[in-house]
């Protein structure tokens, strides 16, 4: 549900129409000229200015985490406000939350009234769903924050050659997530997660292809499906390795305390149940995850193999802009979101929230004082080092449901290694390639 909101005073002006890619490069200028304490004077929002900030984020399993998560959202956001007040005095910030599941329907309809708020907090895969609408307003590519953002994000937010949908904020490596108070140490190799699970431990894994990327570079098949998706003839030394990867999942399937299920939410909830002792999560799941566990709650790279090291895939936290702001409010949008990328900043947001990574090549993080940073670090170095071949499945990160089906298929032994390597083959050939 959205939080309750205060009485919404009428914008000066509302723009309904389209907004030409033109005019949108030239109003981004300023925001993408470099990475600066504020707008230069004389061109900040006027005094008084107030700036909605729509923010998504995923279903939990009962009210009261929601309403603790919610919470922390919005002491999160007094921050935020207490820091760009010194650089743009007389901006104030007003909070929405919406459920991701129900997140663009509802801006799709504040669009229509006229009421879109001013700047959306999303994921990328979100953020990507409302430009495909034309519910926000896009930015031109290249421009000069290319400089200022690691290289790895980029491919996030690119809605083509020469156009973003989004401005990275933050990254949300995925990783592993255990229960201390029951394994006190996380599984360093895909062997070794064997073995505990059969000295009693439970772990937990999700049946969905972009999920599941991280064992592609433990098992050595990632090399295979970024060839498939490339479009080149595969020959039976790629084949192999596909097959390898799903006899894996076959094997784990078959263990007494190994579970594969539906959803990542359906993880997260196990970890937090104690039905599980381990889960790879995404470090969004693990502020989630510490209002239940507190200090039990452990954090560790996800585990190697005879492939290789671990390669997930992290998740882009993103700025999109609404499409209904004034000019006085898309400037105020526009400083904001400059504000976010400087690297203090950053810093701050990461140290504050233990889930959200820089996006920014400059800011440094204190690792030698946390032991869960260091996992995200190292976790973030792991997608970084695997980007050149994941980028093809981050792609399908949008169509992947055809590929779920044929792993459902595969696991109730309606398709054998062989079959079911195949028609992932033929279906990653039939989706669109970028």
Known sequence: MPAALPPRRPRTTLRRRTVSLAC?????????SGCVPGLEEGQGPSRGTI?????????????????ERQKQMRTQL????????????????????????????????????GLAPDLMLVDGITAERLYERQLTTPISDPNPARGLLKPEVIPYVQAGPRQWFAVPVGLQPQLACFDRSRLPQ??????????????????????????????LGSLGALRSIAQVRSGAPVDPEQIGPIQTWLGWLRNADL????????????????????????????SRDA????????????????????????TPISIVRVWAFGRNSSPNQ???????????????????????????????????????SSANLAALIAAQAEASAAQELTESLIALRTERK?????????????????????ALIAAMRRLPHE
């Open 255 to 282: 263990q007494q305390r190994i579970t594969l299920v539906g959803s990542q939410g359906e993880l997260v909830e196990g970890l937090r149940m104690g039905r599980f002792d381990w889960i790879p999560c995404h």
């Open 330 to 368: 898309h400037k105020a949008a526009q400083a904001l979101v400059r504000f976010s990328l400087n690297p203090p900043v950053q810093r701050a947001f990461t140290i504050r929230t233990q889930g959200l990574l820089p996006v920014s090549r400059a800011a440094t993080l204190p690792t030698a």
């Open 24 to 32: 949108c490069a030239t109003a981004l200028l300023p925001l993408l």
């Open 186 to 215: 996380s599984p360093g190799t895909m062997t070794a997660l064997l073995e505990a699970s059969s000295r009693g431990h439970t772990f937990g894994l999700d049946l969905d292809i972009i999920n599941l990327t991280w064992t």
């Open 51 to 67: 700036l909605y900030i729509a923010v998504g984020l995923e279903t939990v399993p009962d009210l009261a985490t929601e309403l």
């Open 402 to 422: 055809p590929l779920n089906r044929i792993l459902t298929r595969f696991r109730y032994g309606e398709l054998n290694p062989p079959e079911a390597a195949r």
């Open 78 to 113: 007094r921050q935020l406000q207490t820091s760009f007040r010194d650089v743009q005095p007389g901006v104030h910030l007003e909070l929405m939350v919406f459920n991701n599941e129900r997140f663009v329907r509802e801006i799709e309809r504040r669009t229509r009234s």
């Open 287 to 310: 502020s989630q995850l510490r209002l239940s566990l507190g200090a039990k709650l452990g954090l560790a790279p996800l585990p190697s193999g005879p492939g290789g090291q671990a």
